[in-house]
């Protein structure tokens, strides 16, 4: 087949995927409506997550003041896996997902396994943030039926999710934003206590509380360690602003401030917080399952703390939900547009919104709703969920990483003329990929985290199956290769 006969065989099959109320043969592509406020708030948001609210307490507790160092190699391997995601998309800006990429850099299969292993980890995070509101709303509503929030908010991120993109990115934006205001009145405050020699119970508001308790490493080298298996998974997100690339106003320019705050954002959301908290209550005081937050604005005198705190951590479970069903749905659609998912999820509506694919995704979080009644395990098996999902995310960031090295290898002339070049090259691809290896190990030293790693290669052997029948089916064949040459064609256009 000829080049132009390719093109406009693809040009015919994206026409056909064109739902009814679009207008004027209009081509099934995303609308770029997200501005530079919602992409830089989206991008915190998603570097912020409810573990850190929440999650931080266990996380203290088994690293003490060496948890700093953890969140901060953490976001610094990161930040080179979000700046090699930034580079890739920027190469083409028909990319509208990673799965796009790395089904064009690495071959089909990646885009397949990338795909829906993204969607896979959304979904199971979803499920865990309908549990977790239904809790947060009991403790601010005692006695209330679980599965009324449950059921409540799963109807309301449908609701601002359905009309435009637009609206998704403006909740998100608020938010973000509430998120934000409460890490920097905790610092604030903490910083008040800290210069004002405050006294309480466990002793005095001081920077020394973060070396007199056994040091920075009161437990060893391998509580050092501990503190990774936990913190990996608050930074699950972070590549939230690729997601979005598609449907960001000039992406060119949005996404790579987003990309380049993000360490910035880490030093301040994650690090200081961390160290105001540690430096106002000892790291012995905290414990697994309590919010170090409600207890410092307790200290402070602030007897509405647990409400507030409360309300705070609702709203952050809120944000990961809407970011779960946002993911998902742009994820089934690109999945549905390369051949790899039904074609009804590549249909968007006339506001350019992939409706299907969203009802898919609010009918699947549905499923926390039963889950809350499943019994009183539930806590310790969502313990080990949140680690498959932390694997399995780690998965998709290495994919962006062998996808950076294909397209070094294979278009040195386009990666040569990158104006958002990932610093360090393949050197800090390899690093980072080391890294990642490092934290599997570390996974193997606790009992329930060796037992989530353990359980994770189940996934992928389903999708192995999957991918051996999807992969010689006609409809994937054709639809594959007319996405495939519409992401290689530079005389269609991209807005």
């Not at 979904?123 to 549990?131: E, K, L, M, Q, W």
């Not at 601002?160 to 409460?182: H, Q, R, S, Y």
């Amino acid at each position: 087949m000829t080049e132009g006969a390719t093109v406009t065989s693809n040009d015919q099959e994206r026409r056909t995927t064109t739902d009814d109320h679009t207008t004027g043969g209009d081509e099934q592509h995303l609308r770029r409506a997200l501005s530079n406020r919602h992409i830089q708030l989206l991008a915190i948001g998603g570097a912020i997550g409810t573990g850190l609210f929440m999650g931080s307490g266990k996380t203290i507790s088994v690293a003490g003041p060496s948890v700093i160092f953890v969140y901060m190699i953490i976001g610094f391997m990161l930040f080179f896996v979000m700046r090699a995601m930034g580079e890739l998309l920027l190469s083409n800006l028909k990319y509208k997902s990673f799965s796009d990429f790395a089904s064009d850099l690495l071959g089909p299969w990646a885009g397949f396994f990338t795909g829906w292993t993204y969607w896979f980890c959304w979904v199971v995070t979803g499920v865990a943030d309908v549990i977790a509101i239904a809790g947060y709303t009991d403790a601010l509503i005692p006695g209330i039926p679980l599965w009324i929030p449950g059921l409540a908010v799963i109807l309301i991120l449908l609701a601002l999710n359905l009309p435009t993109v637009a609206a998704f990115g403006e909740m998100e934006f608020w938010f973000a934003l509430i998120k934000i205001i409460a890490i920097v009145a905790l610092i604030i405050t903490g910083l008040v206590m800290i210069f004002t020699g405050f006294q309480h119970d466990a002793g005095t508001a001081s920077f020394a509380n973060l070396w007199d308790h056994g040091g920075m490493f009161p437990h060893g080298f391998m509580g050092f360690v501990a503190g990774f298996q936990i913190a990996v998974f608050a930074f699950v997100g972070v590549e939230l602003v690729g997601t979005a690339a598609a449907e960001t106003k000039d992406p060119k320019r949005n996404l790579p401030k987003a990309i380049n705050a993000i360490p910035i954002r880490i030093l301040l959301f994650y690090v200081g917080a961390l160290i105001i908290l540690m430096a106002v209550t000892p790291w012995t005081e905290y414990v697994a399952g309590e919010s170090p937050f409600i207890a410092m604005f307790a200290l402070a005198g602030l007897g509405i703390a647990a409400t507030v705190v409360n309300l705070v951590v609702l709203t952050s479970a809120m944000s990961s939900a809407n970011s779960g069903i946002y993911s998902t749905s742009r994820m089934v659609f690109g999945l549905a547009q390369d051949g790899d998912a039904p074609r009804l999820f590549a249909r968007l509506s006339k506001r350019r919104v992939p409706q299907n694919a969203l009802f898919l995704s609010c009918i699947l979080l549905l499923s926390g709703i039963v889950l809350i009644y499943a019994g009183e395990d539930i806590g310790t098996a969502f313990d080990m969920v949140t680690t498959v999902s932390a694997v399995c995310f780690m998965f998709v960031w290495t994919i962006f990483l062998c996808s950076y090295l294909s397209y070094r290898r294979n278009r040195p002339d386009t990666a040569a003329s990158s104006a958002f070049k990932m610093p360090g090259g393949t050197v800090m691809v390899f690093v980072v990929l080391a890294f990642f290896v490092f934290v599997l190990w570390a996974l193997t030293t606790q009992p329930d985290t060796l037992t989530a790693l353990l359980v994770t290669p189940i996934w992928f052997a389903l999708l192995v199956v999957a991918w051996l029948f999807v992969r010689r089916s006609p409809n994937h064949l054709t639809r594959h290769a007319a996405h495939i040459a519409y992401l290689r064609d530079d005389t269609t256009d991209t807005d």
